[in-house]
């Protein structure tokens, strides 16, 4: 890996995570989720395999690969879930603790025809991140679907 790569600022990643929301991401009540990164398959990645639950109901598992595009000079992430969609998304901007991503899902899934979609993870600390969703309709501006922070246990 390059020694100076954007990946390694967020190696802090890696480690076990816990993190809960209450009503979020269309769900009521209480989201609990937990997270483990890794530096899989190789230390040009950052892998993040998670499950969500809301009230103990398991809501969805999902992987995903964190990566670092030097063509592009951009952040990618590839995210796999178990509703059986994958969300493909690419840096569209970049702070000193955040990435912003555009999100283009495949399969589409029908209910969410029309809408588009952004993600961002922004590091609060080496111990805390806050991740999130963001959808407009056509035509509207973006508004928050979902916001998770994740507090490092390990």
Same mark, same amino acid.
Do not use: H
């Given at each position: 890996?390059?020694?100076?790569?954007?990946?390694d600022e967020?190696?802090?990643?890696?480690?076990?995570?816990?993190?809960?929301?209450?009503?979020?991401?269309?769900?009521? !009540?209480?989201? #609990?989720?937990?997270?483990?990164?890794? $530096? /899989? &398959?190789?230390? =040009?990645?950052?892998?993040?395999?998670?499950?969500?639950?809301?009230?103990?109901?398991?809501?969805?598992?999902?992987?995903?690969?964190?990566?670092?595009?030097?063509?592009?000079?951009?952040?990618?992430?590839?995210?796999?879930?178990?509703?059986?969609?994958?969300?493909?998304?690419?840096?569209?901007?970049? !702070?000193?603790? #955040?990435?912003?991503?555009?999100?283009? $899902? /495949? &399969?589409?899934? =029908?209910?969410?025809?029309?809408?588009?979609?952004?993600?961002?993870?922004?590091?609060?600390?080496?111990?805390?991140?806050a991740m999130?969703?963001?959808?407009?309709?056509?035509?509207?501006?973006?508004?928050?679907?979902?916001?998770?922070?994740?507090?490092?246990?390990?």
């Amino acid at each position: 890996m390059n020694p100076n790569s954007p990946l390694d600022e967020w190696r802090f990643l890696v480690g076990e995570w816990k993190s809960r929301a209450k009503d979020q991401f269309g769900e009521k !009540g209480m989201i #609990e989720g937990v997270a483990v990164f890794s $530096m /899989e &398959p190789s230390e =040009k990645f950052i892998m993040v395999s998670g499950e969500s639950r809301c009230e103990g109901r398991l809501l969805n598992k999902s992987i995903s690969l964190l990566f670092y595009d030097e063509a592009e000079q951009k952040f990618k992430r590839k995210s796999f879930y178990s509703y059986g969609f994958v969300n493909n998304e690419v840096e569209y901007a970049r !702070g000193n603790n #955040e990435i912003r991503f555009n999100i283009e $899902m /495949e &399969p589409l899934p =029908k209910q969410f025809e029309g809408i588009r979609w952004r993600s961002y993870i922004k590091k609060i600390s080496e111990k805390k991140v806050a991740m999130g969703l963001k959808m407009a309709k056509e035509g509207e501006e973006f508004r928050r679907y979902g916001e998770t922070v994740l507090v490092k246990t390990s």
